[in-house]
């Protein structure tokens, strides 16, 4: 079945920077369009990044745009999120979820990465 | 940006009632709209596409409906298993598309 695993979650000073992971099984990754999701502590969902198949394509949010990169290895079936110049608003936890090929639904998440920024 | 609007922040519900949970957007949406369920430690799940399509493996139990601006989501009888927070989604014009936020559904 599909899985997506998140990793790289961890305790970082404002200005920091972190790399998350994420390691998919279970479907044909380059296949798939992929995004990040975050969810801040007693907030909303928000999605922060897509990336198409190809990698030919990716949006960002306004929110993290110039400090956050997308990336993908399909021949590792892995999807990153390089996240740099972090702020105490970007705590959060992040998922990776694929997001349907017709419209911007988001069809499988994982469980989660713990990205927490503090002094 | 499309503001998403959910109420109740929080329903209390009895196993086997009726939930209906509800979304307004601060524009029209059409009927991209999707539904999401989301318990503590789990990956959030797809309920619920283009307003009252069930996604793949959904129980019957759970329904959608409206268009707009207006959306609701039903759970005809409450089972141990939903008891959990309900996001809605749009998806008009993505990106970005916005997340309400949330609905816990909580035991009575």
């Known amino acids: 079945q599909v899985q997506l695993v998140e990793s790289g979650g961890d305790l970082v000073k404002p200005g920091g920077s972190l790399r998350l992971s994420c390691a998919a099984s279970?479907?044909?990754?380059?296949?798939?369009?992929l995004t990040w999701i975050r969810q801040a502590p007693g907030k909303g969902l928000e999605w922060i990044s897509y990336i198409s198949s190809t990698g030919s394509t990716i949006y960002y949010a306004d929110s993290v745009k110039g400090r956050f990169t997308i990336s993908r290895d399909n021949a590792k079936n892995s999807l990153y999120l390089q996240m740099n110049s972090l702020r105490a608003e970007d705590t959060a936890v992040y998922y990776c979820?694929?997001?349907?090929?017709?419209?911007?639904?988001?069809?499988?998440w994982g469980q989660g990465t713990l990205v927490t920024v503090s002094s | 940006e499309v503001v998403m609007t959910q109420s109740p922040a929080t329903l209390s519900v009895s196993p086997g009632e009726r939930a209906t949970l509800s979304c307004r957007a601060s524009q029209s949406v059409s009927i991209d709209l999707a539904w999401y369920q989301h318990k503590p430690g789990q990956a959030p799940r797809l309920l619920i596409y283009?307003?009252?399509t069930r996604a793949t493996g959904i129980p019957a139990r759970f329904s959608g409906s409206g268009s707009g601006t207006e959306f609701t989501l039903t759970i005809s009888s409450l089972q141990s298993e939903d008891f959990a927070v309900y996001y809605c989604q749009h998806y008009n014009n993505w990106p970005p598309g916005t997340f309400g936020q949330g609905t816990k559904v909580e035991i009575k």
């Open positions: 283009n307003a009252a």
């Open positions: 279970g479907f044909t990754f380059s296949d798939c369009y």
């Open positions: 979820a694929i997001r349907s090929k017709n419209a911007g639904i988001f069809d499988y």
